[in-house]
């Protein structure tokens, strides 16, 4: 369910996704509030499920996960429980997404260095006869990549 959003609700998000860590009293002054109809807002925008949680974006690269790699798997929906539940486990999957086109799911997988890949792929998908099928997409160059949503 689409939650309405006034004008002062979007600021307030985007600046939110931006620092979340900032004062209150700064974030009031950003979006033209003064701090406890802010506070206010905030708490609401939690309380309907807007807000979902608070976090550190971390820089991949610095804590040496540079790797960065894009698995497409088809796997068979009478067998996709068991497997959904390893794959959701796995720490080296970030984003896990059902897919329409040739193949039926995707994975976003970060990783140290190519050997750590291969063992989670070995491991994963060719030792795993729920999946049928995969292809790998390595990343190249990471022009954009941010948690940012268009308010």
Not at 4 to 13: E, N
Not at 107 to 123: A, N, P, W
């Amino acid at each position: 369910m689409v939650e309405y959003l006034d004008d002062k609700d979007k600021k307030l998000l985007a600046e939110v996704q931006k620092d979340c860590s900032q004062s209150l009293l700064r974030l009031a002054c950003k979006v033209g509030l003064t701090p406890t109809p802010c506070f206010k807002r905030l708490k609401s925008l939690q309380n309907r499920g807007v807000i979902i949680g608070q976090f550190a974006l971390l820089d991949k690269e610095k804590i040496g996960l540079s790797l960065n790699v894009f698995i497409m798997i088809n796997i068979s929906e009478e067998k996709y429980s068991s497997l959904a539940e390893l794959i959701k486990s796995t720490p080296e999957v970030i984003s896990f997404y059902r897919i329409s086109g040739s193949f039926n799911y995707l994975l976003h997988t970060v990783f140290t260095d190519m050997k750590s890949y291969y063992g989670f792929y070995e491991r994963i998908i060719l030792k795993n006869s729920s999946i049928n099928g995969s292809a790998s997409s390595f990343v190249l160059e990471r022009i954009k990549d941010t948690n940012e949503l268009p308010v």
